[in-house]
T-cell receptor, first 113, second 111 residues
Framework: DAGVIQSPRHEVTEMGQEVTLRCKPI?????LFWYRQTMMRGLELLIY????????DSGMPEDRFSAKMPNASFSTLKIQPSEPRDSAVYFC???????????FGEGSWLTVV | GDSVTQMEGPVTLSEEAFLTINCTYT??????LFWYVQYPGEGLQLLLK?????DKGSNKGFEATYRKETTSFHLEKGSVQVSDSAVYFC??????????FGGGTRLMVKP
């Protein structure tokens, strides 16, 4: 079975450029999460969706970050404009229902120079 | 709000040593508890979980028991291997569909 699929796996971009990260959750899962991992802050929940609807975006650091889930099988996290401090690993994760196991993708490793 | 506290690393052990990584939590209600493992360059993988008090989760020789009286979920393994070197995250899953992670503990096992 395919797990959570993220793309790109690695991206290096210049400051000021737009970055779009993509995620395909596990088929049938109705909850989707975006996390950011850095050495300084560890794992941070940015936003999560339930049935394609954003439920909690309080972790989104600022207006430069936006996330969408147009359908049950696709989500994007966009950073515009990007800054060097956005360099991190961004993980997408999905789960079937409340209190069920959350499965993570392999992450998108972003470097903004 | 909910929180998870785990011991800071790195934890460095020799192969075949006994491992304990402490994890305590603060939460209202009855959360589910998890240990995730992250190998270098990879995403997080579920290692084990427990959904109610006194449950023991186990996988790949690792164990953790949900202790409500001490609000703890310590990870143990009797004999670690070099391949166990990774970062281990304790987490809780509570009402509201949110997974709260601890800061992670890096384990380094030397041959």
């Amino acid at each position: 079975d395919a797990g959570v699929i993220q793309s790109p796996r690695h991206e290096v971009t210049e400051m000021g450029q737009e970055v779009t990260l993509r995620c395909k959750p596990i088929s049938g899962h109705n909850s989707l999460f975006w996390y950011r991992q850095t050495m300084m802050r560890g794992l941070e929940l940015l936003i999560y969706f339930n049935n394609n609807v954003p439920i909690d975006d309080s972790g989104m650091p600022e207006d430069r970050f936006s996330a969408k889930m147009p359908n049950a099988s696709f989500s994007t996290l966009k950073i515009q404009p990007s800054e060097p401090r956005d360099s991190a690993v961004y993980f997408c994760a999905s789960s079937l229902a409340e209190r069920s196991t959350i499965y993570f993708g392999e992450g998108s490793w972003l470097t903004v120079v | 709000g909910d929180s998870v506290t785990q011991m800071e690393g790195p934890v460095t052990l020799s192969e075949e040593a006994f491992l304990t990584i402490n994890c305590t939590y603060t939460a209202t209600g009855y959360p589910s508890l998890f240990w995730y493992v992250q190998y270098p360059g990879e995403g997080l993988q579920l290692l084990l979980k427990a959904t109610k008090a006194d449950d023991k989760g186990s996988n790949k020789g690792f164990e953790a028991t949900y202790r409500k009286e001490t609000t703890s979920f310590h990870l143990e393994k009797g004999s670690v291997q070099v391949s166990d070197s990774a970062v281990y995250f304790c987490a809780l899953y509570n009402a509201g569909n949110m997974l709260t992670f601890g800061g992670g503990t890096r384990l380094m096992v030397k041959p």
